[in-house]
């Protein structure tokens, strides 16, 4: 099993006991799925900026002011439209990334390869049981 396959499934099993868990692993995969697809729609715009306003701020220091943006938003309660806290959370969490050196980045080390058809049935599953238990359900299929 490769790292990713030994990480997740440690994952999935501290979620099943520990108290809130599956809610907690279900907002973390919630957060990691959208920087992927904002990283796929937008590039790595966020770790290395086009630099057209602030065109002497490094990456770190652009997001810092991203995040100081979405701090005054939520503060005027200014965020129609957007999950202030989720951006947050995101802008965190590239900071992290974009503070962390490239040779200890442990993604470095993950080779990722198309799942087995075991391997999606299971993820399947869980994604379902998670769904089912969230407490979001209502909010994402109104009546």
Do not use: H
């Not at 490769?2 to 809610?23: C, H, Q, V, W």
């Not at 900026?49 to 005027?76: C, E, H, T």
């Not at 995101?90 to 993604?107: E, S």
């Not at 390869?113 to 869980?126: I, Q, Y």
């Amino acid at each position: 099993m490769t790292a990713f396959n030994d990480s997740m499934n440690y994952l999935l099993e501290r979620a099943a006991i520990g108290p809130n868990g599956k809610k907690i692993l279900d907002e973390c995969l919630n957060l990691a799925s959208m920087l992927i697809e904002k990283n796929i729609a937008y590039g790595n715009s966020a770790l290395n900026p086009v630099r057209i306003f602030a065109r002497d701020l490094d990456p770190k220091a652009q997001i810092l002011v991203r995040l100081d943006d979405k701090l005054s938003r939520l503060a005027r309660g200014s965020a129609a439209g957007e999950d202030v806290i989720l951006d947050l959370l995101g802008y965190l969490i590239l900071y992290r990334i974009a503070d962390a050196p490239a040779a200890t980045n442990p993604l470095d080390s993950i080779k990722l390869r198309e799942p087995t058809p075991e391997e999606v049935e299971k993820l399947k599953a869980v994604a379902a049981e998670t769904e089912k238990n969230s407490p979001y359900q209502e909010s994402r299929n109104p009546a």
